[in-house]
């Protein structure tokens, strides 16, 4: 059973930056992982991931502002989120995928101040 810990939200004005972190942990093997995102009232989106092929995945909405990470032998994988807008206000969850499993953290919340 793969567990995921989500860390670094918070409040931040329109123009600054945050990074999120998630650790794995109970895993073996390679672990495919990457950020969504789900405002109120709206579905849950796909913010930045990476692929099988260990190449990376952007939503269009933060190309150039968001940037994926990852700490292999930490497998921890970060979300360096900057020029944020209040439209990037949502619950940020990690997801990562091993053997057909999908899993999921219980989120972090960023909100962005107009």
């Known amino acids: 059973q793969v567990q995921l810990v989500e860390s670094g939200g918070g409040l931040v004005q329109a123009g600054g930056s945050l990074r999120l972190s998630c650790a794995a942990s109970g895993s073996i093997g390679k672990l495919v992982m990457g950020w969504y995102r789900q405002a109120p009232g709206k579905q849950r989106e796909l913010v930045a991931t990476?692929?099988?092929?260990?190449?990376?995945n952007y939503a269009d909405s933060v190309k150039g502002r968001f940037s994926i990470s990852r700490d292999n032998g930490k497998k921890t994988v970060y979300l360096q989120m900057n020029s944020l807008k209040p439209e990037d206000t949502a619950v940020y969850l990690c997801?990562?995928?091993?053997?057909?499993?999908?899993?999921w953290g219980q989120g972090t919340q960023v909100t962005v101040s107009s």
């Open positions: 990476f692929t099988n092929s260990d190449s990376t």
């Open positions: 997801n990562a995928q091993q053997w057909g499993w999908n899993y």
